[in-house]
């Protein structure tokens, strides 16, 4: 019965298609044509929805209508790493702007 | 979301293992449950398994078979729900099958919540690129 349960299908659209997005979203904030910083608004949209999931789930784990357990601790694991990727992003940003700041005389 | 894939596609993984483990719960839970003749035996219950298509993949239940619905007739005149020539109606649910079953199921479960961990530590290990 376990047999049906191959994703290497899956697995492999997934990261042909991930990181080809990824570099053509870096190269159009590259070109600094004002576009890039509300892509940035919008992934803060999207942590702000994983949180909110996460938060959902919760009050099912205590009030017992969660069907799955798996899915607050994955949802709690996915806001978490998406909070962190967010803080790396901020946390770069404000490193580049404070280098540039330094550029006088 | 395609940003946490594999986590994604592992939890569908647990949702389909979640739901066997169910079925053989129930299964074994009614291993003993007593029908009389003229009834219907308990219908041992098999999840079956199918793939996603389109999107991330992953596995999804497409369905719940029922076994059969005849059983095993046993011979047991003392008890209460035995017809007139003395039996009664086994649900016909092999033990070492079912355990066998709920042994993969676990073990299924475990493989993919094993997958979530290691993609988080990997999407983790992506957020140190470049510091310091």
Known sequence: ?105 | MTIFGAIGIASTGLTVHRKWLDAVSDNLANVSTVRPTSEAAFRQKYVVAQEITGGDGGVQVAGVLEGSAEGRLVYEPTNPLADEEGYVRYPDIDMSSQMTQLIMAQRGYQANAAVVDRAKETYQAALQIGRN
């Open chain 1, 1 to 105: 019965m376990t047999v049906p349960i191959s994703a290497i299908a899956g697995l492999s659209s997934v990261t042909s298609v991930a990181p080809t997005q990824s570099v053509a979203e870096t190269a159009g904030t590259a070109s600094t044509s004002g576009a890039g910083f509300a892509n940035v608004l919008s992934g803060i949209d999207n942590l702000q929805q994983l949180q909110s999931t996460t938060n959902d789930l919760a009050v099912k784990a205590v009030t017992g209508d969660l069907d799955d357990v798996h899915d607050y601790t994955i949802a709690a694991a996915e806001s978490s790493t998406a909070l962190e990727l967010t803080a790396a992003v901020r946390n770069k940003a404000v490193e580049a702007f404070n280098e540039i700041m330094r550029m006088q005389a």
